[in-house]
T-cell receptor, first 116, second 113 residues
Framework: DAGVIQSPRHEVTEMGQEVTLRCKPI?????LFWYRQTMMRGLELLIY????????DSGMPEDRFSAKMPNASFSTLKIQPSEPRDSAVYFC??????????????FGPGTRLTVT | AQSVTQPDIHITVSEGASLELRCNYS??????LFWYVQSPGQGLQLLLK??????LVQGIKGFEAEFKRSQSSFNLRKPSVHWSDAAEYFC???????????FGSGTRLSIRP
């Protein structure tokens, strides 16, 4: 299996622009998680889905952030409009399925976002 | 509420020395516990996990961890560290009926040549 796939790996954009991050979970996994990691705040859970349904979005910082999971193999995290304080590394992770143990998450390589 | 505490922000050990990274958790029932490692510029990789059974669990890269219910701890150990072990290490806990993992704040490990 290719593991969790994220794109792009790096994104540089100007303040006010829309940013879309993409994630393909491991096939057969039924839970998907979006995290943000910064030096100041560490690793933060933004939102997670079970069976494509958002379960907990309490970590989403504000309305500028939105996430969707239209099917079991694809999710997006959108920031509109972007601000410099959104600069961070965004990770996607997935869990579930017979191959993984109960609840352990597998992480993608992350997207490094820089907003100037 | 579930929580994880990693009391050491940064640890430096000499190459070849033994290592122990501390982790304390708070959870009412038997938790599922994990250790993840993050190398610079990389995502998090699962080192090992504890669900039940033998309280000493073996992981990848020569790491092991011991679950001690009486101390609410799940410390990570390695008998002899290598320079490639320099990374950030995260302890994590999840309840048996939940999907969401609670991560500790991480411990950065540096290796002295």
């Amino acid at each position: 299996d290719a593991g969790v796939i994220q794109s792009p790996r790096h994104e540089v954009t100007e303040m006010g622009q829309e940013v879309t991050l993409r994630c393909k979970p491991i096939s057969g996994h039924n839970s998907l998680f979006w995290y943000r990691q910064t030096m100041m705040r560490g690793l933060e859970l933004l939102i997670y889905f079970n069976n494509n349904v958002p379960i907990d979005d309490s970590g989403m910082p504000e309305d500028r952030f939105s996430a969707k999971m239209p099917n079991a193999s694809f999710s997006t995290l959108k920031i509109q409009p972007s601000e410099p304080r959104d600069s961070a590394v965004y990770f996607c992770a997935s869990s579930g399925g017979e191959a993984s143990g109960r609840n352990e998450q597998y992480f993608g390589p992350g997207t490094r976002l820089t907003v100037t | 509420a579930q929580s994880v505490t990693q009391p050491d922000i940064h640890i430096t050990v000499s190459e070849g020395a033994s290592l122990e990274l501390r982790c304390n958790y708070s959870y009412g029932a038997t938790p599922y516990l994990f250790w993840y490692v993050q190398s610079p510029g990389q995502g998090l990789q699962l080192l090992l996990k504890y669900f039940s059974g033998d309280t000493l669990v073996q992981g990848i890269k020569g790491f092991e961890a011991e679950f001690k219910r009486s101390q609410s701890s799940f410390n990570l150990r390695k008998p002899s560290v290598h320079w490639s072990d320099a990374a950030e290490y995260f302890c994590a806990v999840v309840g048996s009926s939940a999907s969401k993992i609670i991560f500790g704040s991480g411990t950065r490990l540096s290796i002295r040549p």
